[in-house]
């Protein structure tokens, strides 16, 4: 994004309960990554290798490719100032030459033609107004025969949950105009091969991958059934009642305290092939 991109996601000071924030962005990459890694490495993923985290946030998923590529680098690209920071200090001990922090924008990175041999988008095209620029300056950055990786979502497939909450899909639904409202599109994944193709990407594949209670317990995932601490700017904003907002919540501890509950979350893989021999 350039500084005149709009962003759906939080700046900074803007998350009325900032601890969760980041708790909840530590486990959404830690229970994914398992299964991430296997396909990353599927995909191409090699020790050697120089990676960009294009939206890298505060730097957990940065740490986790720095632990796989050690014969390689990796370099972080994030325009907010405050996830930045944050990066910077929670990456403090990994210093040195196969770490490069930058901040600036997925749209418009200033990072040098060519440099790159696989590039991770990670939940950030839902976030912004011009996924199709950003997937073209990726192409950019990317070697001739170089890798772009998107993980993405599509909330019409989101995942599932059982018993049902009843009150989550209203919560949903206003959460993703709110989004939208802001300049975002939960809906993204689906248009995310058809931007790749445009953008000049070959060979483009789609894989999903699903997180589960019962694989991980529900302690990994309920964090992203907390109603209250993630609707709390759309309550600031009137965006949704706290009646809605206090019934779901009863909802979702009843959810949790059945021993027959059941959820899982579902992320959706998007990689193409920068065509060899073009020097863009």
Do not use: C
């Amino acid at each position: 994004m350039t500084t005149t991109t709009r962003s759906s996601y939080y700046s900074a000071g803007e998350h009325p309960h900032p601890e969760y924030e980041l708790n909840r962005l530590r486990e959404q990459a830690l229970v994914f990554w398992p299964k991430e890694l296997r396909n990353l490495q599927r995909l191409g993923l090699r020790p050697d290798m120089d990676v960009l985290d294009a939206g890298s946030g505060p730097g957990f998923i940065t740490e986790q490719l720095l632990q796989n590529v050690p014969e390689g680098s990796v370099t972080g690209l994030e325009l907010d100032t405050g996830l930045f920071e944050q990066s910077r200090s929670y990456l403090a001990s990994y210093e040195g030459p196969r770490l490069n922090l930058v901040r600036g924008s997925i749209t418009d990175a200033p990072l040098p033609d060519a440099r790159f041999d696989l590039a991770l988008a990670r939940l950030v095209l839902q976030h912004i107004a011009e996924p199709a620029q950003a997937l073209s300056e990726l192409g950019r950055v990317l070697r001739p025969g170089g890798r772009l990786v998107v993980a993405d979502a599509d909330d019409a497939l989101w995942g599932s949950i059982h018993p049902d909450i009843p009150g989550l899909a209203e919560v949903m639904e206003l959460r993703r105009r709110h989004q939208a409202q802001r300049g975002g599109n939960r809906y993204v994944g689906r248009a995310v091969p058809a931007m790749m193709r445009a953008a000049g990407f070959t060979d483009i594949t789609v894989e999903a991958i699903a997180v589960t209670s019962d694989e991980l317990g529900m302690a990994a995932l309920a964090g992203h059934l907390d109603v209250r601490a993630r609707t709390a700017l759309m309550v600031k904003e009137g965006v949704i009642s706290e009646e809605l907002v206090a019934r779901t919540e009863s909802e979702v501890t009843a959810f949790l305290d059945d021993p027959v509950s059941s959820f899982m979350l579902l992320m959706f893989l998007y990689s193409g092939t920068k065509p060899a021999g073009e020097p863009r």
